[in-house]
């Protein structure tokens, strides 16, 4: 049995793990590129914690860095080793030790929010940078959401009256209307076509995934989002907007159905973070809460640097 097929029954077993580690979201996420998982065993060879992970290559050299889409990855423990640091830094360092023998050039994962195993893989050199993303947790009262967005997004409520939500929009058109509004901008979309429809469709099988759209009377999107979720969270993943209707408050009000839903589905609403200050800002005009986590990274072979600046050069673009 491949550390893949122990993984999946593993993952089986659990309460709860993010969408992210799930193995559908990685076949869909890593579609056409190559992801694996490595394992931290007990003495009779009980998975304790595992890592799965995307490798890429260039210049013949072999790399880990996160997919598509996906806001954590890293390590996930079982629940008899969270909270305990002593346990944790022995799955680390088991990982740490196959991690080393794969030749990576570089490594770069982002690790979940209140992860122990940021501190033990900082203690194997490691380094770690704090990032955010915000969350709206307590969705039980949707007066009380409201209430706590700034006057701004109020406002742009009420611009917002004659516009409604539609859960209909079928996959190619979102996509179309991306490509669309982010032209408007001058700009191009980060991902593929077949990028989304193979995301969608496994999401969807499962029952994970809607696209919201905001439209006026006449049906004519004005936003639209791409929302999945799991047990815990709803995840505002790709939220887009026509540039030509910013005045009629549609993005707040993608922002709002979008917290209805995740309030009938009973999780709570991450906006999947943002190290952009000006969508950070626009993220807490709805009330939502900073919550920390970390990316870990290391350079096996120092010239790599200058590969992964190219690469973040030219994500850049895109944005």
């Known amino acids: 049995m491949t550390n893949k097929e122990r993984y999946s029954a593993w993952v089986a077993e659990q309460e709860y793990l993010p969408i992210s580690l799930m193995p559908w979201w990685l076949d869909a996420v890593c579609a056409g590129k190559e992801w694996d998982v490595l394992l931290a065993e007990d003495e009779e060879g009980n998975i304790l914690g595992a890592m799965p992970y995307l490798l890429r290559k260039r210049f013949w050299q072999k790399y880990i860095v996160m997919p598509q889409m996906t806001q954590v990855g890293g390590i996930w423990v079982t629940p008899e080793v969270t909270g305990d640091k002593w346990r944790t830094a022995e799955v680390c360092r088991q990982l740490k030790e196959q991690l080393d023998t794969i030749g990576l050039a570089y490594y770069y994962q982002q690790y979940m929010p209140g992860s122990l195993c940021v501190d033990a893989m900082r ?8 990032r955010v993303t915000y969350r709206v947790e307590d969705l039980s009262d949707l007066n009380k959401v409201i209430d706590s967005f700034s006057k701004n997004k109020k406002r742009q ?34 991902y593929s076509r077949e990028f989304l429809l193979v995301l969608e469709r496994k999401a969807r099988r499962l029952g994970q995934c809607m696209i919201l759209s905001i439209c006026n009377a006449d049906g004519q999107p004005y936003a639209a989002a791409f929302l999945v979720w799991d047990k815990k969270y709803l995840y ?15 993005s707040a009000l993608l922002v709002l159905e979008a917290m209805k839903i995740a309030r009938e589905k009973q999780v709570m609403f991450d906006f999947e973070g ?46």
């Open 157 to 190: 409520l009420q611009k917002a009256l004659s516009l409604h939500a539609e859960r209909t929009m079928d996959v190619e058109d979102f996509y179309r209307f991306e490509t669309r509004c982010l032209a408007s901008r001058k700009r191009k979309c980060s």
């Open 236 to 250: 505002y993943l790709i939220p887009t907007f026509d540039p030509a209707f910013q005045d009629s408050g549609a």
């Open 123 to 130: 203690g194997l050199g490691f380094k770690t940078r704090e």
């Open 274 to 319: 943002s190290m952009d200050k000006g969508i950070a800002k626009h993220y807490q005009q709805f009330g939502s809460k900073p919550v920390t986590y970390f990316s870990v990274e290391k350079y096996y072979k120092p010239f790599f640097r200058l590969a992964i600046w190219f690469q973040k050069l030219r994500e850049c673009s895109y944005r």
